[in-house]
Every structure is written in structure tokens, then in C-alpha cells.
């Protein structure tokens, strides 16, 4: 028996070490929580450049709709209908995906360089750390070193390359984003003297950018052409209402009339969306 219970005595851990590995786990959780989006909401918002809350984006939605709700009733509640959601479906993902593929595509012809100053750090004999720190003090003033600003806050307060990293995986969209995460976690988590992974994705950033200039270049005549129509069928009604006021008092007095009407502007809403969707470019 006093065999089996020194054994038993040996197996048990000393409450000092059980208690130091429950604080790491609790520390480490804490830290990942701190960083960490509450939900994927809050990064859509994030990642679009809208540090508010999430309930106060749904309510200014949402009172906006109800706003644009009652100005579409003084026409029709088809109108009415169709506005105020197509309203809300837009504000809750078209244009959150707008601005964020606008703040991706400002960011992209500084990260090449920024990868760049990374991997000459680290030629250099700069440890991960210190490679981030330096390559971010390079980039000029602007969005994404506003972004790698919170990075390096991370790092000093003692969190580590990935983590840090998820900041800006979850305040930037983008394939790039995470490929350029996994390759420093990776390298800091490994080591190793292997640059080619950065310089490779530094070459694939520069010819994406390279071919979605082009891109843009080439529907320059086909936005001006659609934005020249757009504002024409806009304007139309406007210009009937000054030359012929009767004409449209008519329309709009009678039942049917008024259907017509309600169906040109949906019309004219939703080709607008649906011309600006196909013409984003998405790199």
C-alpha cells in the first residue's frame, strides 16, 4: 500500500503547476478574445472602415428605411416595398463589400512593398518581430499603415505573430491578407532562412494590381456611357413635369398610371445596382 501511494503521490501534479497552467490557458484565451471580432458583423464593419458598433449601423439602416418606406408610399406601396428593402439588402452587404474591396484595392500597391521590407529583414538577420516593425515604420502614411499601427501594437503588448496577424485578417478582406498570415505565423513558428514564399506573393500582388488597372481602364467608356443613360431616364420625368405638368398630374391620378411609374423606378433602381455589381472589380 505505501508503495502504490508515493506512486499515486509521484502522478499528481503540485498545485503550484496546475494552478500556473490554468492561468496560461485563461491568459491565452483572454488574449485571443481581445483581439478576436465579437461576431462576423463586427469584421464585415471592420474590414468596410466603420469603427461603430453593429447595433448602431442596424438602427441608422434601419430608421433610414423606414424614412425612404413612407417617401415610397406617396407614390405606391409596390414602390414603397421594393425601395426600402432593396435599401436594406444593399447597406447590410453590397455596400459593406464596396467600401471593403475599395479600402482592399487602396491598400494592395502598398503591401508588395511592405512584403518586400520584410523579406530584406530578414535577410538581414531581423528576427519576425522586429522585420514586422521595421517594414511597417516604411510605408507611408495611409490606410494600411494606419492598419499595421495596430499590429505593432499587438506585438509590444506581447502577443505573438499570429495573433497579431488576426488583427489584420479580420480588418481587411482579401486572399492576400491570409496568405501573407500563414507565411509569417509559419515563418515564426518554424524559423528557417526561406524568403521565396514572400518574395512570390510580392510578384503575385504586383501583377494583380497590374491587371486590375487595366481592367479599369478598359470599362472607363462603357460606366460613362451606362452613367449618361442612367441620369437621362432620371431626369426625364423631371423634364415632362416642367413641359407638360398635365401629363404627369394624369399619370400619377390614375391607378393605372401610378403602377407605371412605380415599376419605372424600380426598374431604374435595380439596373443601376445590378450594372454597378457587374462592373466591380474584385482582386
Given at each position: 500500500m505505501r508503495e502504490k501511494d508515493r506512486l499515486a503521490a509521484l502522478r499528481q501534479q503540485p498545485p503550484g503547476m496546475v494552478a500556473?497552467?490554468?492561468?496560461?490557458?485563461?491568459?491565452?484565451?483572454?488574449?485571443?478574445?481581445?483581439?478576436?471580432?465579437?461576431?462576423?458583423?463586427?469584421?464585415?464593419?471592420?474590414?468596410?472602415?466603420?469603427?461603430?458598433?453593429?447595433?448602431?449601423?442596424?438602427?441608422?439602416?434601419?430608421?433610414?428605411?423606414?424614412?425612404?418606406?413612407y417617401l415610397g408610399t406617396l407614390l405606391g406601396y409596390l414602390l414603397a416595398v421594393v425601395l426600402s428593402s432593396v435599401f436594406v439588402h444593399y447597406m447590410f452587404r453590397g455596400y459593406l463589400e464596396e467600401?471593403?474591396?475599395?479600402?482592399?484595392?487602396?491598400?494592395?500597391?502598398?503591401?508588395?512593398?511592405?512584403?518586400?521590407?520584410?523579406?530584406?529583414?530578414?535577410?538581414?538577420?531581423?528576427?519576425i518581430e522586429a522585420a514586422i516593425v521595421a517594414s511597417a515604420e516604411s510605408i507611408p502614411e495611409?490606410?494600411?499603415?494606419?492598419?499595421?499601427?495596430?499590429?505593432?501594437?499587438?506585438?509590444?503588448?506581447g502577443f505573438s505573430v499570429r495573433e497579431s496577424m488576426a488583427v489584420l485578417r479580420d480588418r481587411i478582406v482579401g486572399r492576400e491578407i491570409v496568405s501573407l498570415s500563414v507565411a509569417l505565423g509559419l515563418f515564426a513558428s518554424m524559423g528557417g532562412n526561406v524568403l521565396e514564399p514572400f518574395r512570390r506573393l510580392a510578384r503575385k500582388?504586383?501583377?494583380?494590381?497590374?491587371?486590375?488597372?487595366r481592367a479599369s481602364r478598359d470599362l472607363v467608356m462603357v460606366k460613362q456611357a451606362f452613367y449618361i443613360l442612367?441620369?437621362?431616364?432620371?431626369?426625364?420625368?423631371?423634364?415632362?413635369?416642367?413641359?407638360?405638368p398635365?401629363?404627369?398630374?394624369?399619370?400619377?391620378?390614375?391607378?393605372?398610371?401610378?403602377?407605371?411609374?412605380?415599376?419605372?423606378?424600380?426598374?431604374?433602381?435595380?439596373?443601376y445596382l445590378l450594372f454597378k455589381k457587374i462592373t466591380s472589380l474584385k482582386i
Open positions: 500556473g497552467e490554468e492561468g496560461a490557458k485563461k491568459k491565452k484565451k483572454d488574449r485571443t478574445n481581445e483581439l478576436a471580432a465579437r461576431t462576423h458583423f463586427d469584421r464585415r464593419l471592420m474590414q468596410a472602415g466603420l469603427d461603430i458598433p453593429a447595433k448602431v449601423y442596424t438602427f441608422i439602416v434601419i430608421f433610414a428605411a423606414v424614412g425612404i418606406f467600401r471593403a474591396e475599395k479600402r482592399k484595392r487602396q491598400m494592395i500597391p502598398q503591401l508588395a512593398p511592405f512584403i518586400d521590407a520584410i523579406a530584406s529583414s530578414l535577410s538581414s538577420g531581423f528576427n495611409g490606410t494600411l499603415r494606419t492598419e499595421l499601427d495596430k499590429v505593432i501594437s499587438a506585438l509590444n503588448r500582388l504586383r501583377e494583380q494590381q497590374t491587371v486590375a488597372e442612367f441620369f437621362l431616364s432620371v431626369s426625364a420625368p423631371g423634364i415632362l413635369m416642367l413641359v407638360r398635365g401629363y404627369m398630374s394624369q399619370a400619377y391620378n390614375d391607378s393605372l398610371g401610378r403602377l407605371v411609374l412605380q415599376v419605372g423606378a424600380v426598374l431604374i433602381v435595380l439596373a
